[in-house]
């Protein structure tokens, strides 16, 4: 469950670099604290996708809405299909997917009372034609350097 919309990170023109070198990777390691990781993550870099979702502590399933974000932000269909879109159309797309999801997110949550209160947090980056669109909530962060 997102309590919000997603805080924006104004696009970042990777146009000024004269030399750019994309390099990716994801690794996760349930803490000390914790007997199960509610990490997830996705790392498309052939799609321009990178996800990060880290289900809230103390809430019930976690992990099953870390995976929900994950899964659905990857394969939502207006994300899937944003090659022709403006910056500012994208920037509202990747916001209603957000949307999107969260619903699908506290649905199931509604729809199963060993699953309510379900929730995680989540950050996206998306590039698109020499562009990095970053979006995120909760504590989950991106970081450029």
Known sequence: MFNRKPMWVSPTSLRR????????????VTGPRH??????????????MFIVADGMGGMRAGDDASQMAVERLSKHPRLVERENLSDAKLMNVIS????????????????DSNL??????????VLQHSRMFLAGLGDS???LM
């Open 96 to 111: 209603e997917a957000f949307l999107d999801v969260n619903d699908e997110i506290v649905e199931k949550g509604n729809a």
């Open 17 to 28: 670099r004269t030399k750019l070198q994309l390099s990716s990777g994801a690794h996760t």
């Open 35 to 48: 007997v199960l990781n509610q990490d997830r993550f996705l790392v498309e870099p052939s799609n321009g």
């Open 141 to 143: 962060r991106a970081y």
């Open 116 to 125: 309510e209160g379900m929730g995680t947090t989540a950050v996206m980056a």
